[in-house]
């Protein structure tokens, strides 16, 4: 269920932009806060459709956030590791737009909204060009395929190394989960065949299938998430290490797809409630960029049937008001 929103939300000085995130103790009381109120929630289903998942223990939460200052806050189980699944795809998009150009990136990928679930073959059937985005699968399938390498092996090097730069430190790939997702990814291969026979793939459809489901595999913390999330927020340089990894003109149009796709048929409902940019992922995970302000992470496995995590969704609510993190009218809450 949706979180209220606090009558103040409705008066006319709850609509001013601070552009900038409140003082260190507020932030920290805030997630706390946020935390406490919502980690009993008992909403939701933990994943089960890739075995490997369906044993996490429902009721891990974390809540973090990384400013563009390079401070971080987190409550929770934020250093818990966990595969981060399609909360990759605005990463990789944004390493693939940097290394072949925003043009051909938006040509060979498309960035417009489907509207309908990640998995969905029919978004594809009716797409007139048979373009999605790339935070649907049909379109990550895409995007993973035109990231540079001649080989399977070299186009997962550029994407690990390029993720660890957005995590500013040396991620690896979890091969259990690994495993589990290659012996179950069936309509993902069909999906790329099915972008092969559209001539919308550009590599092997199958090893690309092979390099996305070790993507998605890879092993990241809800912490390592908000600091990848506070460099997309800070136009791509990371606030830790202090290394660009994409120009701000990359970051700017990564950003504009998550807000329309990010969390596929729920993206407008999002938009309209938090005024942010944000991406969900089967883990549980969940990623909200605040545009010249820092990046939310949150933790907690049970999602609900779009597949986006429950508890995830509720505190990000909450905390874009009392946060001031809307992109539309971001003065806090008290």
Same mark, same amino acid.
């Given at each position: ?21 409140? &003082?260190? /103790? ?32 429902? /009721? ?41 150009? =925003? ?27 048979? =373009? ?73 459809? =199958? ?40 120009? &701000? ?86």
């Amino acid at each position: 269920m949706h979180e209220p929103l606090p009558s103040e939300a409705r008066t006319h000085d709850a609509v001013v932009s601070t552009g900038r995130l409140p &003082a260190r /103790d507020t932030i920290q009381q805030m997630l706390q806060d946020a935390y406490t109120r919502f980690r009993n929630g008992d909403e939701g289903r933990v994943a089960d459709y890739i075995p490997v998942l369906a044993s996490v223990p429902r /009721d891990l939460f974390a809540v973090c956030l990384a400013g563009i200052d390079g401070e971080l806050y987190a409550v929770g189980d934020a250093k818990h590791v966990f595969t981060i699944q399609s909360v990759s795809k605005p990463f990789v998009f944004a390493l693939v737009c940097q290394a072949v150009g =925003l043009e051909q990136a938006r040509c060979k990928l498309g960035v417009n909204a489907t509207g309908m679930p990640f998995d969905s073959v029919i978004a594809l059937e009716l797409s007139r060009e048979r =373009l999605t985005n790339p935070m649907v699968n049909a379109g990550a399938i895409a995007t993973t395929s035109l990231v540079p390498g001649e080989t399977a092996d070299r186009k997962w090097q550029f994407i690990l190394d390029g993720l660890s730069r957005f995590a500013g430190r040396q991620l690896s790939i979890n091969e259990e989960a690994y495993r589990s997702e290659a012996a179950t990814n069936l309509r993902n291969r069909g999906i790329a065949k099915l972008l092969e026979g559209y001539q919308r793939l550009y590599f092997d459809g =199958l090893e690309s299938t092979d390099v996305y489901t070790r993507q998605c595999s890879i092993n990241i913390t809800a912490q390592d998430l908000s600091v990848m999330s506070a460099t997309l927020a800070s136009g791509g340089v990371n606030p830790i290490t202090g290394e660009r990894v994409v120009d &701000a003109v990359v970051s700017k149009r990564v950003l504009a797809v998550l807000a329309t796709a990010g969390l596929y048929e729920l993206s407008g409902e999002w938009l309209f409630e938090t005024g942010l940019p944000g991406k969900s992922g089967v883990s549980g995970g969940l990623i909200t960029v605040v545009p010249g302000k820092g990046g939310l992470a949150t933790f907690a496995p049970p999602l609900d049937e779009a597949g986006n995590s429950v508890r995830g969704l509720q505190v990000t609510r909450y905390l874009s008001e009392r946060l001031a993190l809307s992109l539309f009218a971001s003065k806090p809450i008290r």
